[in-house]
């Protein structure tokens, strides 16, 4: 993906088969006490802003967030702001990823993802775990998101509206030429693959 270049939250490709897994919930396993591991704690709960005042005793860690491991592999947080996606990490590796999470008859979404593998503006799928009831769709961590930038910016010079607009209408393009019809379209779903937008 190009630096500075939006994607979709909607990503629509495939890079991994897709495997059945179980998804634990409440066992108490080898990877729930890596997950509990100071440094994913640390790296977890949110560091309080310069400004705000040092809390007098720590939360106990149930009560700052809620979390469910899927797969003995990641750990599922809270929802994304604005979004449908939950934001993960991955116990092993601690790295940060989304997941959506979507009901086992989910083969036409399925189908687009493949529809547009490799497309270079398209947020690619990372991997994906079936469960029992649910299938659980992992994507590579965004660093935010169109409306949010226009909203903090409040206005765009000409020539970088002009290039994220090309961008959007480009991949819009490409879904149509495929045969996918975005629905719901909005700012929102548009993310930038890096911190430098």
Not at 4 to 31: D, I
Not at 48 to 59: G, N
């Amino acid at each position: 993906m190009d630096p500075g270049s939006p994607s979709l939250l909607w990503p629509l490709r495939l890079s991994k088969p897709a495997v059945t897994v179980p998804v634990t919930t409440g066992e108490h396993s080898k990877a729930e006490e890596r997950a509990q591991s100071p440094s994913l704690v640390e790296r977890l709960s949110a560091a309080p802003s310069p400004s705000s005042p040092a809390p007098s005793s720590p939360a106990p860690l149930q009560h700052q967030f809620q979390a469910a491991l899927v797969a003995e592999k990641y750990l599922l947080l809270e929802q994304v702001e604005g979004s449908s996606l939950c934001r993960c990490v991955d116990v092993r590796t601690q790295e940060e990823y989304v997941c959506k999470v979507v009901s086992r008859d989910c083969s036409s979404l399925l189908q687009a993802h493949y529809r547009l593998d490799g497309h270079p503006h398209v947020n690619p799928i990372h991997e994906v775990l079936v469960g029992d009831k649910r299938v659980y769709l992992i994507f590579p961590r965004s660093h935010s998101d169109l409306h949010s930038y226009v909203r903090a910016r409040k206005r765009l010079r000409e020539h970088e509206a002009r290039r994220l607009f090309r961008q959007m209408a480009e991949t819009v393009a490409a879904c149509h030429e495929q045969g996918i019809v975005l629905r719901d379209l909005k700012l929102r779903k548009f993310v930038f693959a890096d911190p430098q937008r």
